[in-house]
């Protein structure tokens, strides 16, 4: 059967995000770059449990939010857009769920959902002015 263009760009998505074939170079970038921003939010948590400059702090707080910023962007692609490429004969409503409930997307939500939550008046007190002024120092 032909595929239409959104069906190849919808495939071409997963085969990025997912774990790259040889020969496929978007594939093999997209790993190592999700690879490096792990193993640098890995460093930065272990720095910020020693005494490091404001200049430091600041600079560390940046790259969460810029990671925080991009995983959900990971999980969004895999889970509405290319999820039945992962779950392929369960329908569109039913592979959404699937990769919602998947290991994989669960684990996601438990290493970004920390920073979300900082943003939430009921865990901060009473703005979110608490959350970047703690953080970026606004």
Partial sequence: LMKSSYQRAKQRIFQVLEKGEKGDLASIICDGLLTALILINVVSVFMETFRISPATRRLLALI???SVIIFPYTTLFRSLWSSTCI????GRIKARVCYVFSGMALIDLL?????YLTFSPWICGYSVSCACSACLGF
């Fill in 87 to 90: 779950y392929p004969g369960a």
């Fill in 111 to 115: 290493a970004i959902l920390p920073f």
């Fill in 64 to 66: 969460e939010t810029v």
